[in-house]
């Protein structure tokens, strides 16, 4: 728990700093896509739709820590295509770790067991394993047979050697309740440092366009599947701020942040967010200067928008509403382990 309180603290003095400089837009994490390769074909996901000269490019690990450093998030998740296929991924974790950010590698887990000793154990950095649900059902959704087994093997691997590891879960339409407690259960069984759930959002160059969540099915399948644990009845960890759980389940009524979690690809920095491609631009500030931001989210009206409750908009929308006292208490509960 001493490393999840050290986050959230480092998190909390990040934002009033923020404000304290006068900054209205301001990255709590930097969505870092080093290449856009994947050994997997997920139906949920279209980054291999990409063409083939754009899926052969990787960032080179001076282009990572630029990226960082130009917009200064404390956070790096790191996501692809698959990161393990980089092959300079273990110099571009070490150099951000130097750089006291705190970073979520998030892998499929086909190739972590065998990469396990490329890297170092260090409470700046986690593994986050892609786990959608039990075997049948994850296994379905990556379009593969035995990933599930695979993953699971290795985050026990990984647990052995001392890393940090989450868990990474996508909700789609059709998810059935029972199974999904049945798999945080399982998932919790395993030892991990937290569980992170999103739900299935509409990615526009997803294979599968029909499974996507409205915003109403969002609330009512999030409420009917984390009942227990908001009762308090399980010992499920997510490693979310508990105010982007409310909102999930409908307790909390939040308006997107869109600039809140940056994406910088082999491309660019994505206009405006990690969801919707609207172009790239140069550099960070160009991001933060050209883009319409009135135009996204919720309350902008923008039909693209009108469904959407995905972490990337609304966690730090939690994040920064954790900062006003009236909710510090039960941010800080969450994170030290008690029921409020």
Known sequence: MAVKLQQAIDIGKYIVTQRLKGRKKFPLT??????????????????IQHPTDILKKNLSPEDCFKAVEDCGAPVVAIPGGEPLLHPQIDQ????????????????????LE???????????????????GMQEWHDKCVDRKGVFDTAVKAIKAAKAKGFQVTTNTTIFEGADVKEMQTFFDFVSSLGVDGMMVSPGYSYQWAPDQEHFLKREQTKVLFRQILSPYKSGRTNWNFNHNPLFIDFLMGDK???CTPWGMPSYSVLGWQKPCYLLN??????????????????????????????CMVHCG?????AIDA?????????????LGIAG
């Open 30 to 47: 930097l969505m870092l896509e080093p290449l856009f390769r994947c050994n997997l074909a997920c139906s949920g996901c279209g980054k």
């Open 92 to 111: 571009i974790v070490q150099g951000l770790v130097a750089r006291r950010k705190y970073v979520y590698l998030c892998t499929n887990a086909i190739l």
């Open 114 to 132: 065998k990469s396990l000793d490329k890297f170092t154990p260090s409470p700046y950095f986690t593994f986050s394993v892609h786990l959608d």
């Open 253 to 255: 009524d939040y308006e």
């Open 278 to 307: 609207e172009g790239y631009c140069h550099t960070y500030q160009e991001l933060l200067d050209i883009t319409d931001w009135d135009s996204y989210g919720r309350a902008s009206g923008n039909p693209r928008c009108a469904d």
């Open 314 to 318: 609304y966690e730090p929308t939690a």
């Open 323 to 335: 900062m006003n006292p009236a909710n510090m208490g039960r941010a800080l509960g969450s994170v």
